[in-house]
C-alpha cells in the first residue's frame, strides 16, 4: 500500500473514530480505531512520534472515560443505598459525606489522568499538523490541552468536545487530500 493510500485509509478510520469517540457508550471503540489510524499515520509519514504519543494518549482518556463511570456509578450507589440501609438522620448524613468524599477522589484521579491525557494529545495532534499541514490538527491540539486543564471548572468538558470536532474535521481532510486512481 502506497503512503498516499495509507493515509487516505487511516484519515477514514481517524474519522470514523473520531465520531465514535463523542459517543458516551461506544467511545472506546472510536478511540480504539483513532489510536489505529494514527499507527496508519505514523508510518504513512515515517514519523514515530506520532505513535509515541498517540498510545498514552489513548490510554489516558480510555482510563478517564472508566474512572468518570465508576465514579458516578460509586457516587450514585452509595448515595441511594446508604440511606436505605440506616433508619437515622445521623447514619444518613454519613453516608452522604461519605459519597461526597468518594465523588471528589475519584473526581481529582480523573482530573490528573484527563489532564496528562490532554497534554499527549497536544503532542500527537501537534506532530500531526507537522507533517501533514491540516490546520485542524492544529486547533485541536490546544482545544484539547486547554480543554483538560479547565475541566475542573466544567468548561472544559465543550473546549475537549470541540477539539474533538476539529479532529475529526482533520481526519475528514486527510481522507480528501489524496485523489487516488487505481
Known amino acids: 500500500m502506497s503512503d498516499k493510500k495509507l493515509v487516505k485509509s487511516a484519515g477514514v478510520l481517524g474519522f470514523v473514530g473520531g ?80 459519597a461526597i468524599a468518594a465523588a471528589w477522589w475519584f473526581i481529582m484521579a480523573m482530573y490528573i489522568v484527563f489532564l496528562i491525557g490532554g497534554l499527549y494529545w497536544l503532542r500527537t495532534y501537534g506532530e500531526l499538523v507537522t507533517v501533514s499541514g491540516i490546520q485542524y490538527f492544529a486547533r485541536s491540539s490546544k482545544l484539547y490541552w486547554l480543554g483538560s486543564a479547565l475541566l475542573i471548572i466544567g468548561v472544559g468538558a465543550i473546549l475537549v468536545l470541540i477539539a474533538g470536532v476539529y479532529a475529526i474535521l482533520g481526519f475528514r481532510r486527510l481522507s480528501r487530500q489524496y485523489d487516488i486512481k487505481s
Do not use: Q
Request: charged share 10%; aromatic share 8%.
Open 19 to 98: 465520531v465514535l469517540s463523542l459517543i458516551p457508550e461506544i467511545n472506546i471503540i472510536g478511540y480504539v480505531l483513532v489510536l489505529i489510524a494514527m499507527r496508519g499515520l505514523s508510518r504513512a509519514y515515517n514519523n514515530d512520534v506520532i505513535w509515541r504519543n498517540a498510545v498514552p494518549a489513548v490510554a489516558m482518556s480510555i482510563t478517564g472515560m472508566i474512572i468518570a463511570n465508576f465514579a458516578y456509578v460509586k457516587a450514585m450507589t452509595v448515595a441511594i443505598l446508604g440511606p436505605l440501609a440506616t433508619n437515622s438522620w445521623e447514619a444518613t448524613a454519613t453516608w452522604m459525606l461519605a
